[in-house]
């Protein structure tokens, strides 16, 4: 499937609703104005789309966000899992649909109120199978079940808590210079990030975790065709794609023989270059998935930009400063703008190709979205 997709589809459309710690609105209203938003932004009527695509984690009913929004037809719903490891998933959906001709103009969406309502990186007394493994040990948050993989690359590649913090106050740095960010003008320097409180001592502090958010966040579909005859400039979906293994887990991935890799990352990568015949050499601006940053240390490493354990030093140096060799996270990624489950990183790539971004790198041509299982690349015709 891979392979077939390339170049046949392409994102025309994003919206999004702002990003804050109480919306004070319903999760369709918020999915709805970030639909309208982005059927506005590609010049599109309600009535033209006939495919949706959201998580299986969302509330939002597909028939309730249709009469919202006054859609009259839809022949293609699909949802993708795995949490956030699902981002980049959507939009492989919704090409795959738009490819087969399942669907015409396919609706991507995200939208809840993470921090008003449920908050998902709070302990849950919700039981299941799985997790009864895990919560005799007190891994009953996010925070605690990352940090077990996290501790073993740390022991192994020689890293501290301050390694993670230069991540994390480059990812502010570009959320200060971005109006939709929660954090615009308000950078970080090392010090304040090893200042901030522990969560998981020695490896995970507060200013290492993404953000629990309200906002709801759209993108629309459709074939390479129609969206040359569309109100915005064309943003090719050249490829995307999954990696899903044996033995794999979402927040318990304890199960692979080595802890300092990201196995699913490496497949997706190895899936994504082949079927589309770049590498990492080629991608302008890299919008990696990080609920905590250490995660954009894995998947650097898995996606080829630097060797393994290598990571550390590649941030240190600047490469993923804008101006680097490949600028990460220009819009604050998901610590510093917001985490609307890392569907809003891929409306950053969106800007970045079309030169709106507000970090705009020089001459985009190839964007990475990666979601760690999941990823797209997207890239100018």
């Known amino acids: 499937m891979t392979a077939t997709l390339k170049d046949r589809t392409a994102v025309v459309g994003i919206g999004q609703t702002e990003f804050s710690k109480n919306s004070g609105r319903s999760e369709l209203r918020l999915a709805s104005e970030a639909v309208r938003a982005a059927l506005d932004d590609a010049g599109l009527a309600p009535a033209e789309v006939d495919g949706l695509v959201t998580f299986t984690l969302d509330s939002n009913d597909e028939?309730?966000?249709?009469?919202?929004?006054?859609?009259?037809?839809?022949?293609?719903?699909?949802?993708?899992?795995?949490?956030?490891?699902?981002?980049?998933a959507t939009i492989e959906h919704a090409a795959a649909a738009v490819a087969s001709g399942a669907a015409d103009v396919v609706v991507v969406y995200r939208a809840f109120n993470e921090r008003s309502g449920r908050r998902f990186g709070q302990p849950s007394g919700a039981a299941s199978h799985e997790v009864s493994w895990y919560l005799p040990f007190g891994l009953d948050t996010p925070a605690k079940m990352y940090s077990l993989w996290f501790q073993r690359y740390m022991h192994q590649f020689g890293l501290t808590n301050a390694d993670f913090g230069r991540y994390s106050v480059l990812a502010r740095k570009h959320a200060a210079t971005n109006p939709n960010a929660w954090f615009y003008q308000r950078p970080i320097t090392i010090d304040d990030h090893q200042n901030s409180r522990w969560i998981v001592e020695p490896i995970l502090r507060l200013l290492d975790c993404c953000q629990e958010s309200d906002g709801g966040v759209a993108c629309?579909?459709?074939?390479?065709?129609?969206a040359r005859d569309l109100r915005q400039p064309v943003v090719l979906i050249n490829g995307a794609t999954q990696g899903?293994?044996?033995?794999?887990?979402?927040?318990?991935?304890?199960?692979?023989?080595?802890?300092?890799?990201?196995?699913?990352?490496?497949?997706?990568?190895?899936?994504?270059?082949?079927?589309?015949?770049?590498?990492?050499?080629?991608?302008?601006?890299?919008?990696?998935?990080?609920?905590?940053?250490?995660?954009?240390?894995?998947?650097?490493?898995?996606?080829?930009?630097?060797?393994?354990?290598?990571?550390?030093?590649?941030?240190?140096?600047?490469?993923?400063?804008?101006?680097?060799?490949?600028?990460?996270?220009?819009?604050?990624?998901?610590?510093?703008?917001?985490?609307?489950?890392?569907?809003?990183?891929?409306?950053?790539?969106?800007?970045?190709?079309?030169?709106?971004?507000?970090?705009?790198?020089?001459?985009?041509?190839?964007?990475?979205?990666?979601?760690?299982?999941?990823a797209v690349v997207l890239g100018r015709p």
């Open 63 to 88: 028939l309730l966000l249709m009469r919202s929004v006054g859609m009259q037809e839809v022949r293609w719903t699909s949802r993708t899992p795995f949490g956030g490891g699902g981002a980049s």
């Open 220 to 226: 629309v579909v459709t074939s390479a065709e129609r």
């Open 244 to 374: 899903n293994l044996l033995h794999g887990n979402v927040t318990f991935n304890y199960y692979f023989p080595d802890l300092c890799r990201f196995p699913e990352a490496e497949s997706a990568a190895g899936q994504l270059w082949k079927s589309t015949g770049l590498g990492p050499g080629d991608i302008d601006v890299a919008m990696i998935y990080e609920n905590f940053s250490p995660v954009v240390f894995y998947q650097l490493e898995a996606y080829g930009f630097c060797g393994y354990g290598e990571a550390k030093d590649f941030i240190a140096d600047g490469n993923i400063e804008i101006g680097g060799r490949t600028p990460v996270n220009t819009n604050g990624g998901l610590l510093g703008e917001a985490y609307i489950h890392g569907v809003n990183n891929i409306l950053e790539g969106v800007r970045q190709l079309r030169a709106t971004a507000v970090n705009q790198v020089p001459d985009a041509r190839h964007v990475l979205c990666s979601a760690g299982r999941s």
